[in-house]
């Protein structure tokens, strides 16, 4: 497979988008022309949708991929046991040829349920672009950066070797850092990562404010609450994904919104690891924030269906707000396809000629989607089983719910996973 454009132009017919009947032809991964009169030209792989609802594809904003691997392994455990007994013992022996394989798997499932591109937070992160290439998907991808056992230095040169490594990784690899949370990196790592992100032009990822009791420890250590001690260190800036943000206040979303940052809210991880909170989505929104739809690792989720984390989102702010129409379900589909924050990339839910071609084609036949609104269906009724054909840079990676290779990809992630004791 592989992430350079497909050798030949790939023409959908008799799609239909917002009650039409359209044709969309790619063109070096882009779409080249969408509308009614859009027909194959000699040459063309074509795919005849039959009527199939045409729909953008997917943004994950925030994963730890590779963690496919943990699934079902200790979830029951409160969150610093699991990560003490269940998590890290395990990474510590972890070897790239298990990230991949559980990247793969992570793709796989993304895939299968309309995810064209997603943001990762993972060791050994030159396996996870390896994996992402390979299944022919988008990802901006950072090694974690934790050196809260002073192991400053090294991580210092680990992050530059793995941006370096990841530079050589293609087109569908965009690098970022990711130092892990403002409680796990040092503020010497802090400051030199917003320093390091400027100078190359690279993203940042970090959690931020996923537990009350992180704001509690920044407020007794620092004397400001977690964005703003995020602002004094240089780390707010367009280029910056913040996972979580459930415990931030007015003043700190107002602060994100004016420093063009981008919020990635992950309701079925807050909701599983019973972080007390919702996402303060109507004031991120008032503030004018960019914000993003993500699952968060599997290890805390545990799936990778968006659809899921859509539905969560979409009821748990209805729920939060005591108001059903606090969000409508075509704002909630936007958020998840990154129509609402540009800094995620894609063509930020658009169709439209020059945007990536990266789009879906629904089963026109499920029966969860009625003859309603299909933003409603899609937010409220639909799973990722209802995608039948996943599309990504013109590259066709799944055609009537079968994904080449899927077989494969399950028994090979197993057996990694056997390997490190897991089941
Ligand atoms: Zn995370």
């Given amino acids: 497979m592989g992430t350079d454009p497909p050798a030949r132009p790939l023409t959908v017919t008799a799609a239909v988008l917002d009650g039409e009947s359209v044709g969309l032809r790619c063109e070096d991964g882009l779409i080249a022309a969408i509308g009614p009169e859009v027909a194959p030209l000699p040459g063309d792989e074509t795919i005849d949708a039959g009527g199939a609802p045409l729909a953008p ?18 979830g029951d455990l409160p969150l610093m046991r699991w990560l003490r007994e269940v998590v890290w013992p395990v990474e510590a022996k972890l070897e790239a ?12 499932e993304m895939i299968r349920t309309g995810t064209a591109r997603f943001w990762d937070m993972y060791w050994q992160p030159q396996a996870t672009a390896r994996a992402v290439a390979d299944a022919g998907l988008r990802a901006t991808i950072g090694g974690p950066l934790f050196d809260a056992e002073g192991r400053t230095e090294e991580m210092r040169a680990s ?3 793995d941006l370096e490594a990841l530079a050589a990784c293609g087109p569908a690899i965009d690098l970022a850092l990711a130092p892990h949370s403002i409680y796990m990196v040092s503020e010497g790592l802090l400051r030199w990562t917003a320093e390091q992100a400027t100078e190359r032009g690279v993203a940042i ?20 609450r977690p964005a703003a001690y995020l602002d004094r260190l240089g780390l707010l800036g367009e280029r910056t994904v913040l996972a979580h943000g459930v415990w931030l206040d007015e003043a700190e979303l107002a602060l994100v919104a004016e420093r063009g940052s981008t919020l990635v809210t992950n309701p079925v991880a807050n909701l599983k690891l019973a972080v007390g909170g919702v996402f303060p989505y ?10 993003g739809l993500g699952t968060d690792g599997a290890g805390s989720n545990d799936s ?21 129409t606090v969000l409508p379900a075509t704002e909630a589909w936007s958020i998840a396809t990154g ?14 000629p020059g945007a990536p071609a990266d789009f879906l084609l629904l089963r026109g036949e499920s029966p969860e989607l009625g003859l309603g609104e ?35 990809i399950v028994a090979r992630a197993a057996e990694r996973a056997r390997r490190l004791g897991i089941g």
């Fill in 97 to 108: 040829e298990d990230v991949y394989w559980g990247t793969r798997l992570a793709c796989l």
């Fill in 304 to 324: 990778l269906d968006l659809f899921a984390d859509l539905k969560t989102f979409a009821l748990i702010q209805r729920h939060a707000a005591g108001d059903p």
């Fill in 159 to 161: 992050a530059l070797h």
């Fill in 205 to 224: 990822q970090i959690h931020l404010s996923e537990t009350e009791h992180e704001v509690g420890d920044c407020l007794a250590a620092h004397g400001v």
């Fill in 339 to 352: 129509g609402r924050a540009p800094l995620l990339g894609g063509g930020q839910g658009s169709l439209s």
């Fill in 57 to 74: 594809a997917l943004v994950n904003g925030h994963t730890h991929a590779a963690m496919t691997l943990f699934r079902g392994f200790g």
């Fill in 374 to 408: 299909l933003a409603s269906d899609l937010v409220y009724s639909a799973s990722g089983s209802v995608v039948d054909t996943t599309v990504v840079g013109g590259r066709m990676l799944m055609r009537g719910g079968v994904v080449e290779d899927a077989a494969e």
């Fill in 282 to 291: 109507p004031a991120a929104r008032a503030a004018g924030a960019a914000v």
